[in-house]
């Protein structure tokens, strides 16, 4: 099992960037598949995007694609998400999440792991 832990939300203008990052401990890091979640008020979790264990291989909802990018430092059992051009309907709780299974998945249920969420807040 690998604890979670994210930061780097905030208040931003459209059109601005954050990158936020999820901080693993527990050993193996590697060896999970990482993704990013997010959930608005009143709306089910949504998958952004996800990372191979390598980071050769990622996805992303289409509704992110182009403006936010998925990575990760197996060094120092981190992973990111750099959110450009944000607009104000990507206001939600992200969370980073884990997988020991192998392959990227798109749903929530094919994670086991997952940190407390960071706020992001866009306005108009």
């Known amino acids: 099992q690998v604890q979670l832990d994210e930061s780097g939300g905030g208040l931003v203008q459209a059109g601005d960037s954050l990158r936020l990052s999820c901080a693993a401990s527990?050993?193996?890091?590697?060896?999970?598949?990482m993704a990013w979640f997010r959930q608005a008020p009143g709306k089910e979790r949504e998958f952004v995007a996800t990372i191979s264990r390598g980071g050769g291989t990622t996805s992303y909802a289409d509704s992110v694609k182009g403006r936010f990018t998925i990575s990760r430092d197996n060094a120092k059992n981190m992973a990111y998400l750099q959110m450009n051009s944000l607009k104000p309907e990507d206001t939600a709780v992200y969370y980073c999440a884990g997988s020991l299974r192998g392959a990227t998945r798109t749903t929530s249920a094919g994670y086991d792991d997952w940190g407390q969420g960071t706020q992001v807040t866009v306005s108009s």
């Open positions: 527990g050993e193996f890091f590697s060896s999970y598949v």
